[in-house]
Nanobody, 115 residues
Framework: QVQLVESGGGLVQAGGSLRLSCAAS????????MGWFRQAPGKEREFVAR????????LYAAAVKGRFTMSRDNAKNTVYLQMNSLKPEDTAVYYC??????WGWGQGTQVTVSS
């Protein structure tokens, strides 16, 4: 069973940057398109970004396009989310999973953006 461990969150002022990481156990990581998702208090978990198996193709939610960049290192079984120009509305717990949310969820990493 694949386990996902997210890290890199924290408290940052508006306009700041953070880089999130998500490490996956297991040998099948490179076979999957991966995604980042987030859940703000009282809201549904929502899609943020996805990346293809090779890392050659990415897709972003409109709310983060141009500010966030997703990447992956298949040798390290890790995906990343570089978040720039952060806004208070980006405050949420961030999770990674397969694009189709097919694996069990990790604990997530909290991102808090102060105004």
């Amino acid at each position: 069973q694949v386990q996902l461990v997210e890290s890199g969150g924290g408290l940052v002022q508006a306009g700041g940057s953070l880089r999130l990481s998500c490490a996956a156990s297991g040998r099948t990581f490179s076979s999957y398109n991966m995604g980042w998702f987030r859940q703000a208090p009282g809201k549904e978990r929502e899609f943020v970004a996805r990346i293809s198996r090779s890392g050659g193709s990415t897709l972003y939610a409109a709310a983060v396009k141009g500010r966030f960049t997703m990447s992956r290192d298949n040798a390290k079984n890790t995906v990343y989310l570089q978040m720039n120009s952060l806004k208070p509305e980006d405050t949420a717990v961030y999770y990674c999973n397969t694009e189709n949310r097919g694996w069990g969820w990790g604990q997530g990493t909290q991102v808090t953006v102060s105004s």
